[in-house]
Each structure stands twice: as structure tokens, then as C-alpha cells.
T-cell receptor
Framework: AAGVIQSPRHLIKEKRETATLKCYPI?????VYWYQQGPGQDPQFLIS???????DKGSIPDRFSAQQFSDYHSELNMSSLELGDSALYFC???????????????FGNGTRLTVT | DQQVKQNSPSLSVQEGRISILNCDYT??????FLWYKKYPAEGPTFLIS?????DKNEDGRFTVFLNKSAKHLSLHIVPSQPGDSAVYFC???????????FGAGTTVTVRA
């Protein structure tokens, strides 16, 4: 079965540069979530979109922005990168508004961002 | 503030035996709980979930138990297999919420 696709898998950027991470949800899923997992930490919720509208916001820095497009894919844009932004960035998708017993979040394999 | 806690960072179990992973939560508003398994270099894979109206949910070798009064849930894996060696995350949310709160994870090692 098709899973959540994230690209790129690995990304190396320098401080103050920008980065764009892409996420393609499972077909028919209309909700996308972004999580950040720092070294040795649990995944932290950044932001989510339902039907192309932002549905919730977590601990996402102002330097980051995201959107969901008409085909339901999502992009996370990160500007003025800092060393502390180095982390695994996971995208997840589900069907319907928010977490549901019938449609749990399914995660992609993540993008590993390294800021040097 | 860690709302979901997995107090055992690691667990080692013999192949064929039962693995029991524990998870505690502090937010009484949580009513939906999930377990994810994660291999290195991969994203979390959904295993099993339970809503607060139930106290047990079973799927093959995996059973999740929920004790709402104690704000505690556990995952039982029976029998444990070498392929079960991974990091297991407990997660919780309010139903139809967009934010999952994760525990810190428990690394399970299944010994042959």
C-alpha cells in the first residue's frame, strides 16, 4: 500500500540558508501533520493542515512556514536556518479532521536536516 | 511539560516471551492512545490504538490495555520475535485533535 512520501531524505544546509521539505500524503488522506524530532528526543508537533487550511499549530518557529496544496501535498519552508534546526522532520497524514480511531496518523520516513 | 511518559528507556526480552511496555499520561483530556514502532532511519509505524471508551484492544500479537483511573496504558507483545526489536513510542491525543503528544520511547531488544 502507498505510504507517506517525504523528500528529500537527507538535506545539508549552512546557517542562515533556507530549506524546503516536501510531503506527499497517502492517497485520499486530507490531513497532513509535521513533526520535528531532535537527537534523543520524542517527536514534537509543529503544524497541521486539514483540507488545505491550517488546523493547528505547535512549537513551530516563526522562521518556518508551511502550506498544503490543492493536491494535498504539503511543504515546510524553513528560513534563516540555525544549528538547532538540525533534526529529523516527519510528515504524517490521516483521513478526516484530526486523529481518529478509524484513521490514525501514518508517518513518512522523514527528512534528516543537518545545518552546518 | 512531558504529558506522556515512558519511564523505561529500554527493555530486553527473550524470543518467544512476552514484552510489556508501559506508558503514563498526565492530561485527563486525552481520550485516544496509540503505539508506534520505529526502526532506525524510518518513520514511526502505527501499531495499535485504543479509545478511552475501551480498556483493551487486541490485534494479533499486540494488545493494548488502558487504565483510565491510573492514567496508564501498556502494550503487550506475545510472543516476542527478533523483528520486534525497535523503539516503541506511546502517543496520546484528544479525539479529533491534530496534535499527538509522544512519550520518549522504549527501545526493545529481543534476544534469540
Amino acid at each position: 500500500a502507498a505510504g507517506v512520501i517525504q523528500s528529500p531524505r537527507h538535506l545539508i544546509k549552512e546557517k542562515r540558508e533556507t530549506a524546503t521539505l516536501k510531503c506527499y500524503p497517502i492517497p485520499r488522506h486530507d490531513t497532513v501533520y509535521w513533526y520535528q524530532q531532535g537527537p534523543g528526543q520524542d517527536p514534537q508537533f509543529l503544524i497541521s493542515f486539514y483540507e488545505k487550511m491550517q488546523s493547528d499549530k505547535g512549537s513551530i518557529p516563526d522562521r518556518f512556514s508551511a502550506q498544503q496544496f490543492s493536491d494535498y501535498h504539503s511543504e515546510l519552508n524553513m528560513s534563516s536556518l540555525e544549528l538547532g534546526d538540525s533534526a529529523l522532520y516527519f510528515c504524517a497524514s490521516s483521513l478526516g479532521s484530526g486523529s481518529s480511531y478509524n484513521s490514525p496518523l501514518h508517518f513518512g520516513n522523514g527528512t534528516r536536516l543537518t545545518v552546518t | 511539560d512531558q504529558q506522556v511518559k515512558q519511564n523505561s528507556p529500554s527493555l530486553s526480552v527473550q524470543e518467544g516471551r512476552i514484552s510489556i511496555l508501559n506508558c503514563d499520561y498526565t492530561n485527563s483530556m486525552f481520550d485516544y492512545f496509540l503505539w508506534y514502532k520505529k526502526y532506525p532511519a524510518e518513520g514511526p509505524t502505527f501499531l495499535i490504538s485504543i479509545s478511552s471508551i475501551k480498556d483493551k484492544n487486541e490485534d494479533g500479537r499486540f494488545t493494548v490495555f488502558l487504565n483510565k483511573s491510573a492514567k496508564h496504558l501498556s502494550l503487550h507483545i506475545v510472543p516476542s520475535q527478533p523483528g520486534d526489536s525497535a523503539v516503541y513510542f506511546c502517543a496520546a491525543s484528544k479525539l479529533h485533535d491534530y496534535k499527538l503528544s509522544f512519550g520518549a520511547g522504549t527501545t526493545v531488544t529481543v534476544r534469540a
